[in-house]
């Protein structure tokens, strides 16, 4: 005979279907067992590192200093020869380039690592230089440049970034920097070379001064 299912027993069958009545694996996070993978990119560890910058602006010139000093007991990598053209073909890289982004009446200057869009091949990377620094190591740079600037970045075009003038008020520099360990040099140079795509720019850190820095 057909017995008719009560409200109590509806819930139960309907919250037995959901658990997968204990018969096989289920989305929900099982407090007993091991946590499931995180999908989130891990933070790239950081350097250790001081940094210290400063940029000087008139009329017709901004002079820039910055030092990178490596406290740690591994080698950094600092991302700052930046080419004078953006391509997958390597650069010396002049202590001059950097990457120009507006910020109000100012401009950030930076030399770093930027992801890859999408659909580039890995051949058409495109690439800067780097130095190496190592451990209980230094560097600085004294930079002049003028006070004018055309906003800059990798795969502007395919962007679809337009050029722009800026006339900086003040200017914040900025170097990223990463353990070289953590990043795949393209060449073993005096100044290796470094792609710009996603993987090397997620160990990057960046370092950036004051806006108005003096």
């Known amino acids: 005979?057909?017995?008719?299912?009560?409200?109590?027993?509806?819930?139960?069958?309907?919250?037995?279907?959901?658990?997968?009545?204990?018969?096989?694996?289920?989305?929900?996070?099982?407090?007993?067992?091991?946590?499931?993978?995180?999908?989130?990119?891990?933070?790239?560890?950081?350097?250790?590192?001081?940094?210290?910058?400063?940029?000087?602006?008139?009329?017709?010139?901004?002079?820039?200093?910055?030092?990178?000093?490596?406290?740690?007991?591994?080698?950094?990598?600092?991302?700052?020869?930046?080419?004078?053209?953006?391509?997958?073909?390597?650069?010396?890289?002049?202590?001059?380039?950097?990457?120009?982004?507006?910020s109000g009446t100012g401009a950030v200057l930076s030399k770093q690592v930027f992801r890859t869009p999408e659909g580039v091949s890995v051949y058409a990377r495109q690439v800067l230089r780097g130095t190496i620094v190592e451990a209980g190591e230094r560097i600085s740079e004294h930079i002049i440049t003028g006070s004018t600037y055309e906003t800059r970045r990798p795969y502007q075009e395919l962007l679809g970034y337009d050029q722009e003038t800026v006339q900086a008020e003040f200017v914040d520099v900025c170097i990223g920097v990463a353990l070289a360990a953590n990043v795949t040099a393209l060449s073993k140079d005096a100044h290796p070379i470094y792609p710009h795509d996603t993987r090397t720019a997620n160990q990057q850190h960046m370092y950036c001064s004051s806006p108005g820095s003096s």
Do not use: W
Request: proline share 16%; with cysteine; glycine share 8%.
């Open 1 to 102: 005979m057909a017995q008719r299912l009560t409200a109590s027993t509806l819930a139960l069958a309907i919250g037995c279907l959901l658990a997968a009545c204990g018969g096989g694996p289920h989305l929900g996070s099982d407090p007993t067992g091991p946590p499931r993978p995180s999908k989130l990119t891990p933070a790239p560890e950081p350097p250790d590192v001081s940094f210290s910058a400063s940029a000087d602006v008139n009329d017709e010139q901004v002079t820039i200093e910055y030092e990178i000093v490596n406290h740690g007991d591994r080698p950094i990598v600092a991302f700052n020869r930046v080419p004078s053209t953006d391509s997958p073909n390597p650069e010396p890289g002049e202590p001059e380039n950097f990457y120009v982004e507006p």
